[in-house]
């Protein structure tokens, strides 16, 4: 046997143990990590959002088409479901096999979802699915707020997602950027019932008036051939562009009488600009935040992309409104690998030197100076006298 060959022969299984020893030492620092295999697996997340409803509504009419249609994807796992009244949103989390490319996951997703797209409310269509693949643990979070009072949590929320957080998703290896307690900029409209019931209105009617005449239109152009009289210029027709201002908003028009009265939106509403979602809320010490959590994509490195996401966070905090920090768990992956590669180094230090007392069975256990450690073995009395065998103990 291959053993017997190396006993006898301890000379040469020294030299080849000592070979072996010094190529993994040149190697340590050359491997690439690359190379190594993935051992999390993939997951894909699609996520929608259907304004206003319960999550039993939520379920019976998004979640239902969707699972029918998403079950029995190639190489997939299990799949977690999830639905919140709160924000009226569905979450699927789709897990799948180790060694599955994410990419080609993707596709076999974006297209069992695009086969029940017609199944999902209108509503539902209009503001969209998104699939993206990330991990589903964090890589780094960041809170961003404002100690002074200066700014109000609806301006910081919008200054985050506008200059960081885009900057953010655009680092290598980002598989998604998941902000939590965001107030984008959103036109609120609270109808009041009692008025709608007074002119025969209903709040189907109000939001088709607003989708009418919040619409950007293309008014083609003047001048453009065949014409049949030659012209110098040619035109292009500017039509009013979407409404931005609450006061626009308010001089929508509901309804116009046989005798020429007109019901605007203000007659029946107030308008006003606030966030769109008021659903989750995130504070510290008392003063409203807004956080961001940074999840990998399935084949990237936390440590090589946690690197440019520190230094692109920090660059774009010096511009932003004083109070934003950050919190990054690589740090202590990056620690960890730095003890390692320093822990052959440094020799064992002794914590207890015992000594026997001669002519008798105790034994006398003396902690150093420095590390006033208590004694390791049992103590018969304050003198530190021990009753038990010699003991030397390493770190």
Do not use: H
Request: with cysteine; hydrophobic share 40%.
């Amino acid at each position: 046997m291959i053993s017997n060959f190396f006993i006898d022969r301890p000379l040469f299984a020294t030299v080849v143990s000592a070979f072996i020893v010094i190529a993994g030492l040149a190697a340590f620092r050359e491997l690439p990590v690359a190379m190594y295999p993935n051992v999390a697996p993939p997951q894909i997340s699609v996520t929608t959002v259907y304004p206003g409803a319960s999550a039993e509504v939520i379920a019976e009419t998004v979640a239902a088409p969707l699972e029918q249609a998403l079950n029995g994807v190639e190489d997939m796992l299990y799949m977690l479901s999830g639905n919140s009244s709160t924000a009226s949103s569905l979450t699927i989390a789709m897990t799948f096999a180790v060694g599955t490319d994410p990419d080609i996951a993707l596709i076999n997703v974006q297209n069992r979802v695009q086969s029940a797209i017609q199944l999902l409310p209108e509503e539902v269509r209009r503001q969209g699915v998104s699939i993206q693949k990330a991990l589903p643990s964090f890589l780094m979070i960041l809170s961003f707020d404002s100690p002074d009072g200066r700014y109000d949590d609806l301006f910081v929320s919008n200054y985050a997602t506008l200059n960081v957080i885009d900057e953010l998703r655009r680092i290598p290896g980002m598989g998604n950027v998941q902000v939590f307690g965001a107030r984008d900029y959103s036109i609120r409209i609270w109808l009041q019932p009692d008025r709608l019931t007074e002119l025969g209105l209903t709040p189907a009617d109000v939001a088709e008036a607003v989708r009418e005449q919040n619409a950007q239109s293309a008014a083609g152009r003047l001048g453009e051939e065949p014409i049949l009289e030659r012209v110098d210029l040619t035109l292009s027709v500017t039509t009013q562009s979407r409404l931005s201002d609450p006061d626009e908003f308010e001089r929508i028009v509901l309804r116009v009488g046989d005798d020429g009265q007109v019901v605007r939106l203000k007659d029946v509403a107030r308008v006003e600009l606030g966030a769109r979602d008021y659903g989750f809320a995130l504070s510290r010490l008392g003063r409203p935040v807004i956080g961001a959590a940074l999840q990998l994509a399935p084949d990237a490195n936390a440590l090589e992309s946690a690197g440019p996401s520190t230094r692109r966070w920090q660059s774009s905090s010096k511009r932003s409104p004083r109070g934003s920090r950050g919190l990054s768990p690589t740090t202590r992956a990056s620690t960890s690998a730095r003890r390692c590669v320093r822990w052959p180094s440094r020799s064992p230090r002794p914590w207890y030197s015992c000594s026997s007392s001669s002519g008798c069975s105790s034994i006398t256990c003396a902690p150093p100076s420095s590390r006033p450690w208590p004694c390791p073995c049992r103590s018969s009395a304050r003198s530190r006298a021990c009753t038990c065998s010699a003991f030397r103990s390493t770190r």
